[in-house]
């Protein structure tokens, strides 16, 4: 097997590995790295370009894994696109959404290579694309040579999938973005258990330990003690959201806490591309059963949209919890400029609920907790920071210890580390090789080519 990272910068970004398999010729996912604009942005497909593509694997619709497919369908335009059934409804939704915030940046920031692909071009994936129920292999031919694929649940967000690939009784597994414990609105990753001869492994929670204390549920009842406590001592509550998967998830974490009377009764407000997306999940439980979702939850609430004409510095005067993307606060989005409005009073707080890039401002205003200020660049505001500020480990990511075991439990004669930061790559390198010592850890680097 052969096998190359067309993931130019290397780390988490434009997500898309390149393996030759035999006959087939596979590209694994075609994202957009989030800290990169124009065509830096894009996964290097040079070494792919005289190639004919057989197969295209969708794992999961987040950007860095999704954004970059309608370039590469384009150049292989005989490939069909693999990936889970609920993919073929939210796929099309985030790229038609990409569209729309790259033309706005061309505008604003004067990107010209920006939009880097069309509506046309979304329409012309969408049909493209091969649903596949979870755990039900298909054979693909290539002349004489046959490979097997099968689509494994891997939880992390709805519609995230494993891939395993059976070729001459050999097992090779691309681990996707996993999550082993059970969300609020989907079940955790089953990936498949056994012998393997090759792992794609992810190492997003490489370099953090989570302390023996601490879980999903106990995260969970912290997160929801704090928001009350923000609403009885009058503030609003912020908390940012990636649009799918972690908003719909909130929802229903704070529905629940609602019905049980751990939160007061009090104004919900959000907006944009999540809101859009609960939508989608009601359609994707009602046709498949693979997310726990009822869009009634938002009518019950009563969730309104956020006062377009919020200020700088100037406090919201609708009080209440405000769930909005972008989870890491970027620049330009809702959650940004709600922030610019609540962190200078001390009623307030801002919940995060993951992870956030140490170079966004959501990553920034938690890097520095005793700060006395913090400068929102894009709006030109120096804003006293007043109100809380709170993280809680809601990471749609397994631990690192328990993908370690997984790679250990598959016997696998090669691991190949993919979508980590260097020093969590690094601790997983270690940690393999110290357990795995028959086996070959690799942790590629971006653009070269590897024969495992």
């Known amino acids: 097997m052969k096998l190359i990272d067309l993931n130019r910068h290397g780390g988490i970004g434009a997500n898309s590995i390149f393996v030759q398999i035999g006959d087939f010729n596979i ?30 694997i969708l794992t999961h619709c987040h950007l860095d894994h999704l954004g970059g497919l309608p370039i590469v369908a384009s150049l292989h335009p005989d490939a069909p696109i693999i990936t889970s059934l609920p993919n073929l409804t939210l796929a099309p939704r985030m ?77 090779i597994v691309f681990s996707g973005d996993v999550l082993f414990e059970a969300q609020r609105t989907l079940p955790g990753a089953h990936l498949p258990k056994g012998k393997i001869d090759t792992l794609i492994l992810e190492t997003t929670r490489g370099r953090t330990a989570r302390k023996p204390e601490v879980n999903r549920a106990s995260e969970v009842d912290r997160l929801i003690d704090t928001v009350a406590a923000i ?15 972690r908003m719909q998830e909130l929802f229903k974490i704070l529905y629940e ?34 997310v726990d979702f009822d869009l009634g939850m938002l009518e019950k609430m009563r969730v309104q949209q956020p006062d377009p004409k919020m200020r ?4 919201l005067p609708r009080k209440g919890i405000y769930l909005v993307s972008s989870g890491m606060m970027v620049e330009h989005t809702p959650s940004y400029h709600i922030a610019a409005s609540l962190l200078p009073h001390p009623d307030n707080g801002i919940c995060f609920v993951g992870y ?57 004669r090669a691991v190949v580390l993919t979508h980590g930061d260097a020093d969590a790559r690094e601790w997983f390198l270690e940690e393999l090789q110290a357990n795995m010592p028959d086996s070959t850890v690799i942790n590629p680097e971006p653009l070269c080519q590897y024969q495992i």
Not at 30 to 53: S, W
Not at 257 to 281: E, Q, T
Request: proline share 6%; with cysteine.
């Open 27 to 56: 590209l694994v996912d075609a994202g957009l790295h989030p800290k990169m604009v124009g065509k830096e942005a894009l996964p290097d497909f040079e070494p792919i370009e005289d190639l004919d593509l057989d197969l295209i």
């Open 95 to 171: 790229l038609r959404n990409s569209i729309n915030v790259m033309k706005r940046q061309r505008q604003e920031l004067n990107i010209l290579d920006y939009p880097l692909f069309l509506h046309r071009d979304v329409a012309a994936v969408s049909k493209r694309l091969v649903g596949q129920r979870f755990e039900r292999g298909e054979v693909y031919l290539k002349g004489k040579d046959r490979i097997e694929v099968t689509l494994h649940p891997a939880g992390h967000v709805a519609g995230a999938a494993a891939v395993e690939f059976i070729h001459k009784h050999r097992r």
């Open 231 to 245: 609403l009885e001592r009058g503030g609003s509550c912020l908390i940012p959201v990636f649009a799918l998967g």
């Open 257 to 290: 806490a609602r019905n049980f009377g751990r939160l007061p009764r009090c104004p919900v407000f959000a907006a944009g591309l999540g809101i859009d997306l609960c939508n989608h999940f009601e359609k994707i439980r009602r046709s498949t059963r693979l």
């Open 312 to 315: 700088p510095g100037r406090d």
């Open 356 to 412: 956030c890039d140490p170079e966004t401002p959501g990553g920034e205003i938690l890097a520095e907790p005793e700060a006395e200020n913090y400068f929102f660049d894009a709006l030109d505001y120096l804003a006293p920071r007043q109100a809380s500020v709170d993280q809680f480990d809601l990471s749609g990511h397994a631990d690192r210890e328990e993908l370690a075991a997984y790679a250990v439990q598959s016997e696998a």
